[in-house]
């Protein structure tokens, strides 16, 4: 499995430097790098009560994105959090691979598929004094983003994206509530892991690309004839 993984990193890394290469070699094509960090709200259904198939773990996301483009070749990396839910918290990291396009001098498209892995973990939580077992699971996911990026000032970039996640396949989680200083005798309940969360999130970050003089290549000077 490790070397399975390790294979694929090379591929990925291969194939970003072929098409880096390309890019470079094609005259007038803009190359960008942005970092941004992520507010929003999702409806996720990773984590709920065995056997309801209701979803419980509605709430807030927050995240950080690199992407590196080459002309329209857009390539990334995210992690982001979400809210714990029932005593287990979950996180996602994963890559991103699609196409950044331009709508405007500064406005940009962005469409991206994602692959990476969720991780549920035992999340602390005095009120109820909630343990988790397993405390740590993961699962692979897939999914999609759609953003619209603005650059305000000559290089802080703003801007909204919709975001789709699924896992592949599930886990399941007991979780065992302490009664804590609220009295009462303890209670568990399986948790099933593994689902989808789809959201809508705000973005601020830095965007620094060759529209921008600093990264221009210098002038010659001619002198005129």
């Not at 995240?63 to 995210?78: H, N, Q, R």
């Not at 065992?176 to 568990?188: A, H, K, Y």
Request: charged share 15%; proline share 4%; aromatic share 6%.
């Amino acid at each position: 499995m490790d070397q399975g993984r390790g294979l694929v990193v090379v591929a990925v890394l291969l194939a970003g430097a072929g098409l880096a290469g390309t890019a470079r070699a094609e005259e007038g094509v803009e190359k960008a790098l942005s970092i941004s960090a992520s507010l929003g709200s999702e409806s996720n259904g990773t984590v709920r009560a065995a056997g309801s198939g209701a979803s419980n773990g509605d709430g807030e996301m927050a995240g950080l994105t690199g992407i590196v483009s080459f002309g329209p070749v857009a390539l990334g990396a995210t992690a982001e959090l979400s809210s714990t839910v029932n005593g287990i918290a979950s996180r996602t990291v994963g890559g991103l691979a699609g196409a950044r396009l331009a709508l405007a001098p500064r406005l940009r498209l962005v469409v991206l598929g994602e692959a990476g892995v969720r991780t549920f973990s035992d999340a602390s939580d005095f009120l109820f004094e909630t343990t988790v077992t397993p405390y740590k699971s993961s699962l692979p996911y897939v999914g999609g983003r759609v953003g619209i990026t603005w650059l305000a000032l000559r290089h802080l970039d703003l801007g909204v994206v919709a975001f789709a996640k699924r896992n592949i396949g599930e886990a399941t989680a007991i979780a065992r509530q302490e009664g804590g200083f609220l009295g009462g005798g303890p209670t568990e309940t399986t948790q099933q892991l593994g689902g989808f969360a789809v959201g809508i999130a705000l973005q601020v970050g830095v965007r620094f690309d060759t529209t921008l003089p600093w990264l221009d290549p210098p002038q010659r000077f001619v002198p005129k004839s």
